[in-house]
């Protein structure tokens, strides 16, 4: 069975078996049997083949054709179903994405479009009482309804429900005893005394109900009337100690009022509703709305927001205010007498009937504009993401900025502009939007460990520690929260714990390839080479584009003099992140140590242009001036610096170095002694006294000793 295997193959995954789960996927014996549950199965088999890929990068032809496999099916699943984001997400990820107007454009809308109208008219044509009322909910969820037209209906279903041997209570959804899967957990809980109280029943949220989704409506002919009493509606709980005498205490009391007292509610109710409820005529004219509420609109919402359900509360209320619209020309009148059951049943049937064309004719227009005004979001969403996988970082933040300022001012959109500024080094913009995402979501951790690592840039031990604290305390199983305290430690230069904390990340979710290039930090810190570089190619198996941990490997190259690897890793970062001033200022670098001075001082050049703000390819630019002996233009440079840069020591130093090297010895001691006057680290102010002591010796002699 086509369900069955993608059940099996989703467990296989989270159990990291790859190989079985693929082969539930793609039987070998069945090679052109399809992939089962339709985009979703795509989107599995995806990552089926991304993440076995990275297990087989030392066979670079099986890796680059599981790539590919990877790719096509994300694209697959995409094309089958625009709304699976996350397929997006990870051709992002591979740096594989096309641009968001290609794929969620006019032929995305479309296809949602056909989409909901084949769910809509793909139901019998021979509809049963229970079944025109399903279509009549499907349609209600989705579509701006007011509240006399759902009572009204609610009168219809109510007496068909006396017909079959149902129950409805005080108008509220109950959930057949034998229908499938529960879509309960999509829907908010009403306060129960303005449930019991309005005859409306709360709008259930439009996200994740599909047309063809379980019927909440009506319960089955064959349901006990003890097992109808708010079965819906009740979550599971927690069984505490004495509950078996407070069941026999309340079989007692209600054992004999609960089929009776439903009864006389849904006799009510049918009554009440179809007396309260809008007479439509043929003409499209209305009566006027009584109501048929004990609560007004503006009661219901207040007494339902202390609940914590404003939401419902104000569908409902734009609801009363919105008349449903007259060029649906329903016929829906009241029926509160018929001959017998049987003429009430196939009234119900007409209403109902009638009721979906009506919705059918309205719908369509709500649709396209619905599917059109989604696409359009994607399509500013998904473009940024794009961009900033691809580390194109200011136009990301540009692209974000379209977005309408509900939609810029949420967790998930400000994580993304705080990341976007952490690549461009902008740890302050970073620490704004990253605050501002926290007090939008306080308990989302999306984005939170590269919050931390701002916070440990800008030396924010008090603000890092707060946050470590925080993300603990939401959710001490999250990658996230370990690798906030392994920062707040390693701020404190406690590098064994913080590289616990660090470990214990890796643990929860050895799949997050941050966390391991976290513990490649805090090796290289403690001087322990060849565990970090372990750290930094677990990092690579997970995500062969995070290319932190290529620069990772490359400064460990660096530290040990193996040049070639090191300008081997280094250009491997740089083809991930074109822009970043740090990786081409250690590529230049490394360039430079093979002696080839040309092309490292054209590398400092787009560094430096890449980040004005940066000191460092400046600095480097300088010293490759000094070893081509362009000592004119290696001062120009380093005047240029001390201006942006006035109490850098080094600076001072390195033009003490130049004028030594040019014979003007006054100049020379005076930048040393300034040089020596800023506090320089321990290791450079010994540097700095050395060339003093030098400072009259002569070149050729220097060299000799």
């Given amino acids: 069975m086509p369900q069955s295997r993608y059940l099996f193959a989703i467990s296989c995954f989270h159990m990291d078996l790859l190989s079985e789960a693929e082969a539930a996927l793609c039987p070998v014996n069945e090679p052109g049997a399809e992939v089962p549950n339709g985009a979703a199965g795509h ?43 996350a397929a997006y997400e990870e051709l992002c990820i591979l740096g594989a994405a096309e641009e968001a107007t ?15 109208i084949n769910c809509s008219t793909s139901t019998s044509p021979h509809l049963s009482a229970e079944d025109c009322s399903l279509v009549v909910a499907r349609h209600s969820v989705c ?11 609610q009168g219809l279903k109510d007496i068909a429900a006396n017909h079959h041997g149902t129950s409805v209570s005080g108008g509220t959804a109950v959930q057949p005893i034998n229908s499938g899967p529960s879509n309960l957990s999509f829907y908010n809980t009403p306060s129960p005394m303005a449930t019991q109280l309005s005859s409306v029943a709360p709008p259930p949220l439009c996200r994740n109900v599909l047309p063809n989704g379980p019927n ?9 009337p003890k097992s109808t009493v708010n079965s819906a509606i009740q979550a599971p709980r927690r069984k505490f100690v004495g509950e078996g005498k407070l069941r026999k205490i309340s079989g007692r009391l209600f054992s ?4 009776r007292r439903s009864s006389r509610l849904s006799s009510e109710a049918s009554v009440n509703a179809n007396a309260n409820a809008t007479v439509v005529s043929g003409n499209g004219t209305s009566n006027s709305y009584k109501g048929g509420s004990k609560l007004s609109p503006m009661a219901f919402r207040s007494m339902t927001v202390r609940k914590g359900q404003s939401w419902a509360n104000e569908n409902i209320d734009e609801g009363v205010r919105n008349d449903f619209p007259d060029d649906t020309r329903l016929n829906i009148t009241s029926t509160t007498s018929c001959s017998s059951p049987a003429a009430e049943a196939k009234s119900y049937e007409q209403d109902a009937a009638t009721f979906q064309v009506g919705v059918q004719v309205t719908s369509g227009s709500k649709v396209i504009t619905g599917a059109s005004e989604i696409m359009t979001l994607l399509r500013v969403l998904g473009e940024g993401y794009r961009l900033a996988c691809l580390y194109r970082c200011q136009d990301a933040l540009d692209t974000y900025l379209k977005l309408p300022q509900s939609h810029y001012n949420t967790g998930w959109v400000l994580s993304q502009v705080g990341k976007a500024y952490f690549e461009l080094v902008d740890y302050l913009e970073a620490d704004r939007a990253f605050s501002h995402a926290r007090q939008i979501t306080p308990y989302s951790l999306e984005g939170m460990d590269i919050y931390s690592t701002v916070l440990y840039h800008l030396k924010e031990d008090m603000k890092l520690s707060y946050l470590a604290q925080e993300l603990v305390s939401t959710d001490r199983l999250a990658p996230q929260s370990w690798c906030a305290m392994g920062n707040c430690y390693s701020l404190q230069k406690d590098h064994e714990i913080a590289l616990k904390n660090f470990q214990r990340a890796v643990q929860l979710n050895p799949r997050f390839a941050y966390a391991h290039t976290l513990c490649g930090h805090e090796y290289v810190a403690q001087e322990d080479f060849e565990n970090g570089i372990k750290s930094y190619q677990s990092a690579l198996r997970v995500d062969a584009r995070h290319y932190n941990a290529w620069y990772g490997l490359g400064m460990i190259y660096l530290r040990q003099d193996k040049f070639e690897f090191c300008e081997h890793h280094f250009r491997m970062a740089f083809q991930i992140n074109p822009r970043s001033s740090v990786i081409l200022s250690y590529l230049g670098t490394a360039l430079h140590a093979l002696k080839r001075s040309e092309e490292a001082l054209a590398i400092m050049e787009k560094a ?10 400046m600095y480097q630019k300088a010293n490759i001036l000094i070893t081509l002996e362009s000592f004119d233009e290696a001062l120009e440079v380093l005047e240029e610096l001390k201006e942006y840069f006035p109490c850098e020591s080094s600076v001072y130093a390195l033009m003490g170095n130049i004028f030594r090297r040019r014979n003007m010895h006054d100049k020379a001691m005076l930048h040393y002694g300034i040089a020596l006057d800023l506090k320089p680290s321990a290791t450079d ?6 060339a003093i ?13």
């Avoid at 290609?102 to 909901?116: I, S, T």
């Avoid at 909440?216 to 006990?224: E, H, K, Q, V």
């Avoid at 004999?256 to 089929?259: C, Y």
């Fill in 216 to 224: 909440l409506s009506t319960l089955n002919a064959d349901s006990s």
């Fill in 608 to 617: 430096i242009l890449a980040d004005k703000k940066n000191p460092l390819p």
């Fill in 256 to 259: 004999d009022s609960g089929p």
């Fill in 693 to 705: 002591e030098k400072l009259h010796v002569p070149d050729d002699l220097e060299d000799s000793l």
């Fill in 685 to 690: 102010a010994a540097a700095i006294k050395a």
């Fill in 43 to 85: 989107y599995l088999l995806g990552l089926i083949y991304r993440l076995s890929s990275l297990l087989r990068m030392d066979n670079y032809k099986m890796y680059t054709d599981r790539r590919k496999s990877a790719i096509h099916h994300f694209k697959q699943a995409l094309s089958m179903d625009p709304l699976v984001w």
């Fill in 143 to 153: 579509e701006d309804v007011s509240p006399r037209l759902l009572k009204h209906m």
């Fill in 102 to 116: 290609a794929v969620f454009g006019e032929d995305a809308a479309f296809c949602l479009q056909k989409q909901y």
